[in-house]
T-cell receptor, first 111, second 116 residues
């Protein structure tokens, strides 16, 4: 089955700096890669996703890149704000139709 | 409803008891997923339904766990003879369809289960 590795587990940045979270996956048949943001005690919420037919997608301050050859994808947040502080999860849907999550990255944006 | 609804939001039970957790998906969503999330971890897949049938139950940890979705809408996750290790947040999600790259999963707020 699919295996998703996520790094780093914690990330602390100053307000206004950029943050990058990286993930790798194992199933070469995977073709959908969402990123979820989860605030403390809340549900995971989709912030951006990318499909395997594109290499990059951007939505305001958030961008995701995908390298299918290397089987890795990354989340980039620019001009970070304190409200970006949360746990971020990458995920991938493999050939078994299951959405497999990484272990998460706790992002702290210091004012 | 407007989103995925889960009840109860919190459940405290004693070791050995039986619990049921309910999920009401977004109307019209044919795919329904159950995940379990322990503190500091990512959601862990348990089971997913396409319509009324369990398309994949390979994530259920053992035979004490069972889930149903008799009419293709509401689903119930059932845990028998609960153990302390079952304590976690149980998340339900629904999607318009299943299959590779089919789209966003919408999550409920979760049911926090505490087994004493």
């Amino acid at each position: 089955g699919e295996n998703v590795e996520q790094h780093p587990s914690t990330l602390s940045v100053q307000e206004g700096d950029s943050a990058v979270i990286k993930c790798t996956y194992s199933d070469s048949a995977s073709n959908y890669f969402p990123w979820y943001k989860q605030e403390l005690g809340k549900r995971p919420q989709l912030i951006i996703d990318i499909r395997s037919n594109v290499g990059e997608k951007k939505d305001q301050r958030i961008a995701v890149t995908l390298n299918k050859t290397a089987k890795h994808f990354s989340l980039h947040i620019t001009e970070t704000q304190p409200e970006d502080s949360a746990v971020y999860f990458c995920a991938a849907i493999g050939s078994n139709y299951k959405l497999t999550f990484g272990k998460g990255t706790l992002l702290t944006v210091n004012p | 409803g407007a989103g995925v609804s889960q009840t109860p939001s919190n459940k405290v039970t004693e070791k050995g008891k039986y619990v049921e957790l309910r999920c009401d998906p977004i109307s019209g969503h044919t795919a329904l997923y159950w995940y379990r999330q322990s503190l500091g971890q990512g959601p862990e897949f348990l089971i997913y339904f396409q319509g009324t049938g369990a398309a994949d139950d390979s994530g259920l940890p053992n035979d004490r766990f069972f889930a149903v979705r008799p009419e293709g809408s509401v689903s119930t996750l059932k845990i028998q003879r609960t153990e302390r290790g079952d304590s976690a947040v149980y998340l339900c999600a629904s999607s318009l369809s299943s299959g590779m790259g089919s789209g966003e999963l919408f999550f409920g707020e979760g049911s926090r289960l505490t087994v004493l």
